[in-house]
C-alpha cells in the first residue's frame, strides 16, 4: 500500500475513535459493511471514490477536507507537481486537489478525471447545501443531481447546491476532464 493510503487509513480510524463510534456504529451511518471499514482502516485495501463519499457523508466532511487531514502540512503555492493526486482503483477516477483547502479558507478546488463508461454515485452530499461550480474543460459528462440530469459539454459551467444524491457519469466513447470549486 501506498504512503497515501496509510495516513488515509490512521486518519479514518482517528476520526472514528474522535467520535466514539464503533465500526458497527459507523458501519450504519455509512451504509458500509463493518469488514470493509476495518480493512480500510488497517490500510489492507484502498478504498474507491464512492466509499469515502459515504464516509464523508457520515462524518460531515468534504472529500477535498478529508484528503487535507491526510496530506501534509499548507502552503499556499501550490505548484503543479506538488499538487495531490488520488486514483479510485475501482474506476480510475483521478482526483487531484489544485486548491487545497484550508480552515481559514472556505473554497476549495480540485480537478477530476472520469474515464469513458464509467459512473460515480454519491448517496448524499458530505454538507447539506454545499456550494458547487463545476466547470468542464474537456468532454462530455453527465451530472443528476437527485431527479435533475444535466448534459456537459467542454467549456459549460453547472453552479448549484448540493442537498441530495449526485452521480457523475461518462459514455463510452469520450470522458470528462472538469474542475470543481466547492465553497
Not at 459539454?153 to 444524491?165: H, I, M, S, T, V
Amino acid at each position: 500500500m501506498s504512503d497515501l493510503t496509510t495516513r488515509l487509513a490512521h486518519r479514518l480510524f482517528s476520526l472514528r475513535g474522535e467520535r466514539g463510534w464503533s465500526l458497527d456504529e459507523l458501519a450504519a451511518r455509512s451504509g458500509l459493511s463493518r469488514a470493509t471499514l476495518s480493512r480500510m482502516e488497517n490500510a489492507e485495501s484502498s478504498p474507491t471514490a464512492e466509499t469515502l463519499g459515504k464516509l464523508c457523508t457520515a462524518y460531515g466532511l468534504t472529500l477535498s477536507r478529508l484528503m487535507a487531514l491526510v496530506e501534509e502540512g499548507f502552503t499556499a503555492h501550490v505548484p503543479f507537481d506538488a499538487q495531490p493526486e488520488w486514483e479510485d482503483p475501482a474506476t480510475g477516477f483521478r482526483r487531484r486537489s489544485v486548491s487545497p483547502p484550508s480552515a481559514r479558507l472556505a473554497g476549495e478546488v480540485i480537478e477530476g478525471h472520469l474515464p469513458p463508461g464509467t459512473a460515480i454515485a454519491y448517496d448524499a452530499p458530505p454538507r447539506p447545501g454545499l456550494e458547487h461550480h463545476l466547470i468542464l474543460l474537456d468532454g462530455a459528462l453527465r451530472l443528476d443531481l437527485d431527479d435533475t440530469s444535466h448534459d456537459l459539454g467542454a467549456g459549460d459551467c453547472l453552479r448549484y447546491q448540493l442537498w441530495g444524491a449526485s452521480r457523475f457519469s461518462t459514455g463510452p466513447g469520450r470522458g470528462a476532464r472538469y474542475l470543481l470549486v466547492m465553497i
